[in-house]
C-alpha cells in the first residue's frame, strides 16, 4: 500500500512544485507516492448517506467538564428513565475542550469551489473582521484560473461569495474574501512554544461535515513533510496532471483530520491557532474513493502562515527564502540520513557565508536536520532576510556558518 497524502491540488500545467530557490536546492522531483497528500474533498463525494456507519469519528465530549447552572440540579425518573429536569442548563467549562471550541468554531468557515459541474470543499480560518480569510492553496487551486466559483459558508449556516486575494503554491496558503464586516476572529498564538504530547483541537469540514471537531495531541515537531499531488483532474478538461510540491516544517498531531479539512485550524488549549491543517499520511484504504484519518496529520506552522497571510493581503504574492545550494541525500556508515550540498550558488548567500560544496548541513539554526529534506523545511520555516546559522560536517571538522537569507524572487541564475 502507498503511504499517500491524500488531499490533492488543482494546479495550472507547469506548477510542478520546486524546492525553494527552484534548481539552486537540486534535491529532485518528488515522488508524489512516498509522501503525505494534501486533504481535499471533491464536492461529488461529499453525500454520506451510504458510508458513515463505517467511519469512525474522534469525539471530544468525554471528560471535558461541565458545570450545572440554574434550575434543579436533581435528576428525575421519567418512564423508567434518569433524566435531568428540562428546567437546567449545561454550561461548558470554558477552560475545557468544549469550551475552547465554542471559542474557535466562530471563526472557523466551511469554503466550496464549484467549476465545470464539479468542485471541492475545504476550510478556512477568519483573519480579519473586515472578512480576510486563510486557507490552503490547494482548497480554491481550480478557481484560479478563473471560471469557477468559490462560496463561503459560515458558522451560522450564512454563505457568501468570496474572492481570491492571493495563492502561494510553494507554501499551500491562500488568503480569500468576502464582502462582509463585523466578522469574529480567530486568535493567531505561536508554534514555537508548542511541545510534543500538547492538547490540541483539529476544527473544519471533513467529507462536507460543517464545524467538526475533533481532539489528539501534539506528536511532532518540525517534522519535514513533503506534500504534492500527481493524480488530480485538470479542472478544464485536460486529463491529469502534475501538481505542485511544498515542503514544510510541519506539526504532526494524531486528531482526526481528513479530506476537508485543509485549511482548518489546529488549536491550542488556549483557543489560539497554532497550525494551520494541510496535510494527512493514509494508507490506501478509502471510503467514496478517498482515503480517511489514521491518525497521522501534518499542520502549517502559524507563525510561517502569519508571515504568507500578511504578504498575501498586502500583495497577493508571498516571498520565498533561498540559501543558494543544491542539496543531495546521503547516508553516512550507520545509515543516518544527511543532507549533502552538491553544489553552491555563486555569489548566493551560502557562498559569501563560506558554505562550500561536499559540506553536510546537519542543523539549521538548533534545530538538526536528517537529509536534505529536513534542512529545506528548516530553511522554508524562516523569511527572505533573515539570519540564520547553519551548521555543516567539512570532513571531520563541524563549522558554524551565519547566512543571510535572500528571496529567491530576486536571485540571480
Not at 468557515?109 to 483573519?127: A, H, P, R
Not at 466559483?149 to 491562500?174: K, M, Q, R, S, Y
Not at 486529463?239 to 476537508?260: E, F, K, L, S, Y
Request: proline content about 7%; aromatic content about 2%.
Amino acid at each position: 500500500m502507498s503511504n499517500d497524502l491524500f488531499w490533492p491540488t488543482e494546479s495550472e500545467p507547469g506548477d510542478t512544485m520546486p524546492l525553494p530557490g527552484s534548481s539552486e536546492w537540486g534535491v529532485g522531483a518528488p515522488d508524489p507516492a512516498r509522501g503525505p497528500v494534501r486533504p481535499r474533498t471533491p464536492w461529488r463525494t461529499t453525500a454520506l448517506a451510504a458510508g458513515l456507519s463505517a467511519l469512525v469519528f474522534g469525539g471530544i465530549g468525554v471528560g471535558v467538564g461541565t458545570e450545572m447552572a440554574g434550575g434543579n440540579s436533581t435528576p428525575t425518573n421519567a418512564a423508567g428513565l434518569t433524566v435531568a429536569p428540562a428546567s437546567a442548563k449545561v454550561a461548558a467549562d470554558p477552560k475545557s475542550l468544549a469550551g475552547v471550541a465554542a471559542k474557535v468554531l466562530p471563526a472557523v468557515v466551511s469554503i466550496n469551489v464549484q467549476v465545470n459541474g464539479g468542485g471541492d470543499t475545504g476550510s478556512g480560518v477568519i483573519l480579519r473582521q473586515d472578512g480576510y480569510i486563510l486557507t490552503n492553496n490547494h482548497v480554491i487551486a481550480a478557481a484560479t484560473g478563473g471560471g469557477a466559483t468559490v462560496t463561503v459558508t459560515f458558522n451560522d449556516g450564512t454563505t457568501a461569495p468570496a474572492t481570491i486575494v492571493g495563492a502561494d503554491a510553494e507554501d499551500d496558503l491562500a488568503v480569500i474574501k468576502v464582502d462582509k464586516s463585523g466578522l469574529p476572529v480567530a486568535v493567531l498564538g505561536s508554534a514555537s512554544s508548542v511541545k510534543v504530547g500538547d492538547p490540541v483541537l483539529a476544527i473544519g469540514s471533513p467529507l462536507g461535515l460543517q464545524g467538526t471537531v475533533t481532539s489528539g495531541i501534539v506528536s511532532s515537531v518540525n517534522r519535514p513533510v513533503q506534500t504534492s499531488d500527481s493524480s488530480q483532474p485538470d479542472p478544464f478538461g485536460g486529463g491529469q496532471q502534475a501538481g505542485p510540491t511544498t515542503v514544510i516544517d510541519a506539526i504532526q498531531t494524531d486528531a482526526a483530520i481528513n479530506p476537508g479539512n485543509s485549511g482548518g485550524p489546529l488549536v491550542d488549549t488556549a483557543g489560539e491557532v497554532i497550525g494551520i491543517n494541510s496535510a494527512i499520511a493514509s494508507t490506501g484504504s478509502s471510503l467514496g474513493g478517498q482515503s480517511g484519518n489514521i491518525g497521522v496529520g501534518f499542520a502549517i506552522p502559524v507563525d510561517q502562515a502569519k508571515v504568507v497571510a500578511q504578504e498575501l493581503i498586502a500583495t497577493g504574492k508571498a516571498t520565498h527564502p533561498l540559501l543558494g545550494v543544491s542539496l543531495a541525500d546521503a547516508t553516512d556508515s550507520n545509515g543516518t540520513s544527511l543532507a549533502r550540498v552538491q553544489s553552491v550558488l555563486a555569489g548566493g548567500p551560502a557562498e559569501k557565508a563560506g558554505i562550500k560544496a561536499g559540506d553536510i548541513i546537519v542543523a539549521v539554526g538548533d534545530q538538526k536536520t536528517a537529509g536534505a529534506q529536513a534542512a529545506i523545511a528548516a530553511i522554508r520555516s524562516h523569511q527572505p532576510g533573515q539570519q540564520v546559522t547553519v551548521t555543516v560536517l567539512r570532513g571531520s571538522e563541524r563549522k558554524t556558518f551565519t547566512v543571510t537569507l535572500l528571496d529567491a524572487s530576486n536571485a540571480q541564475g
